[in-house]
């Protein structure tokens, strides 16, 4: 049997060696248009920052060793351009010469390629991506022959990534973001606390704003923004997103929807013999239903293991599973993971849902180092099935997103958190995990012994402010029209409160949310209205900053 598979990298080699490990005697051919059939694209980042300092650290394999290793057949510099599902052949042009080739059976591997908008001076050779080694090492030359200005077009995963490394190797960076805020899958809230990050790394953030123009000079180009602003670059590095590379193959028959290839739970497409993964396909989404790419490494790896296993053996194979977009990123000294959905693809699915805020230390508090985590999760409103959670902090925030990512893959409920039995020394964490603490949290909102309001609602009309922090806190931040009594008073002042609240519901708040909800359990135990602000200030203040647009170095 022959099996081409066309592009390398995640989702085309990994479908390649599992499917040596799985035959020995099959013609294993991959076509790759590029020069590097298996590279470490999610490494290309830290190329820039010099954090890898050798080109060759990026080359998971060459043609060469997978020929040596698995007998698998790599060519690069080979471009399919052309498929005739009915004749099973590709056409391949490579050196100015094209070729039909057989298959018994074709994966579709091509990936995804940089956006590239209609912005006039975009042709720039100081403009660059990140998609390739070629893109890093182009990027890393212009550092190495001194440039000392940077703008990054993009503020997603790897737009920060860029801009940190960039900011590594001694450059003045700026950050240009169309969306609200940086890391637009975020909440705003989370979102702020990586751009107060950037700013103390000295990296000017612009958000909310488009650049409209390139103006090439002669030894270097400025990036237009669309409020007027001029900005100054050396190097200027494209990530406003990515589209699937798929033109080819739908000019064949192959069915896609918004250009990503559709495939059923097999990884099969529409056209028989046909089959396709990695970032080029569209999934399904876990928890929400909603049909979208997902181009992230992880996925794409275990879907091209699963689809070499349904060539080989489609009786025993395993259904590729639906993602649920876990993704983590470093920012200076801060973390930031997500997993599951946000409010934008909650509501827009027509999900109904109820948050949690909390700020657990990373580790025991006793024991030096602690590290504050800015944990939120999303739970289902009829069911408390959780929907997503982020996390932010220094410390300790990809192992709790991984606990939450594996209860969202199997469908736990948040107050189902609680009975957890995770690892605990107080170097690692606490008797009580923060992934515990939320599911505690869960319970006593689903069970309705705790109501919470959020930061969204903050300004509306028509309740008592009660902050029961201590006076040297209040006087730090005070927090206008709120009747200060701190929580170790209120059993005592029941009658004072009761009187300001004059029939009005109260609303509480402290730090972080732990002393208002003991004073709201007074309160309630009293008979009186209350809701406890979910994070309490460090919720509601960045909040309020991530609305607040430009954020420019301290």
């Known amino acids: 049997m022959r099996i081409v598979i066309v592009g390398g990298v995640a989702g085309g080699m990994s479908a390649a060696a599992r499917l040596r490990r799985r035959d020995e005697n099959a013609e294993i051919i991959v ?62 042009r490579h050196d100015g010469r094209v070729d039909d080739w057989e298959y018994d059976a074709l994966i579709l591997s091509p990936g995804a390629s940089a956006l590239r908008p209609p912005l006039p001076g975009l042709d720039s050779p100081r403009v660059q991506t990140l998609r390739t080694v070629g893109d890093a090492v182009a990027v890393r030359e212009q550092v190495d022959v001194g440039a000392r200005r940077a703008v990054v077009l993009g503020a997603g995963f790897i737009g920060l990534e860029a801009a940190e490394g960039l900011r590594m190797q001694g450059l003045t960076v700026d950050v240009v973001e169309l969306a609200p805020h940086v890391l637009p899958p975020l909440e705003t809230e989370q979102a702020a606390l990586i751009e107060d990050e950037l700013a103390a790394m000295g990296i000017t953030v612009h958000t909310g704003v488009a650049a409209t123009a390139i103006e090439p000079e002669t030894d270097h180009d400025t990036v237009i923004l669309a409020d007027g602003t001029r900005i100054a670059a050396d190097v200027i590095v494209l990530s406003v997103g990515v589209r699937p590379d798929t033109e080819v193959f739908e000019a064949a028959g192959v069915e896609c929807d ?101 700020h657990p230390g990373s580790h ?62 107080p170097p690692f964490g606490s008797a009580k995990d923060p992934v515990n603490l939320a599911g505690m949290l869960a319970e006593n909102v689903l069970s309705g012994s705790l109501e919470l309001w ?101």
């Open 258 to 358: 918004r250009g990503a290839i559709v495939v059923d739970e097999r990884g099969r497409t529409n056209l028989d013999r046909i089959w396709a993964v990695g970032d080029a396909t569209v999934s399904t989404d876990a928890v929400t239903g909603l049909r979208h790419a997902v181009a992230l490494a992880g996925p794409a790896n275990r879907a091209g293991r699963l689809v070499a296993d349904h060539i080989v053996d489609p009786a025993s194979a395993r259904p590729i599973p639906q993602p649920v977009g876990t993704a983590i990123v470093r920012v200076g000294e801060l973390t930031a993971a997500m997993t599951g959905a946000n409010r934008a693809s909650l509501t827009a699915a027509g999900i109904d849902f109820e948050t949690v805020h909390l």
């Open 31 to 92: 076509f790759e248009r590029g020069e590097h059939p298996s590279f470490a694209n999610c490494g290309l980042p830290y190329y820039v920052s010099g954090e890898i300092s050798e080109e060759s650290s990026l080359l998971v394999q060459t043609p060469e060793s997978l020929k040596e290793s698995l007998d698998i057949d790599v060519r690069i510099r080979h471009d399919v351009i052309a498929v005739d599902a009915k004749a099973q052949t590709v056409r391949v």
């Open 454 to 554: 959020h930061a969204d609602r903050f300004d509306e009309p028509g309740y008592l402010l009660l902050d029961v922090r201590g006076p040297d806190e209040q006087d730090e931040d005070p927090v206008a029209d709120a009747l200060c009594i701190p929580h170790t008073q209120v059993r005592e002042r029941l009658d004072e409160i009761r009187d300001a609240a004059a029939g009005r519901p109260i609303r509480v708040l402290c730090a972080s949310g732990m002393r208002s909800y003991l004073a709201y359990r007074v309160l309630t135990a009293a008979g009186l209205a209350a809701a406890n602000l979910s994070g309490g200030l460090l919720t509601l203040r960045a909040y309020q900053r991530g609305r607040a647009g430009e954020l420019t170095p301290a």
């Open 364 to 425: 025991a508090g006793y024991f030096p180092g602690a590290q504050q985590i800015h944990l939120l999760m999303h739970m289902r409103r009829s069911d408390g099935l959780i929907v997503g959670a982020q996390a932010v902090g220094a410390d300790g925030v990809d192992k709790r997103i991984d606990v939450l990512a594996t209860a969202i893959g199997n469908q736990m409920t948040g107050p189902d958190l609680m009975d957890l039995d995770l690892a605990y020394a």
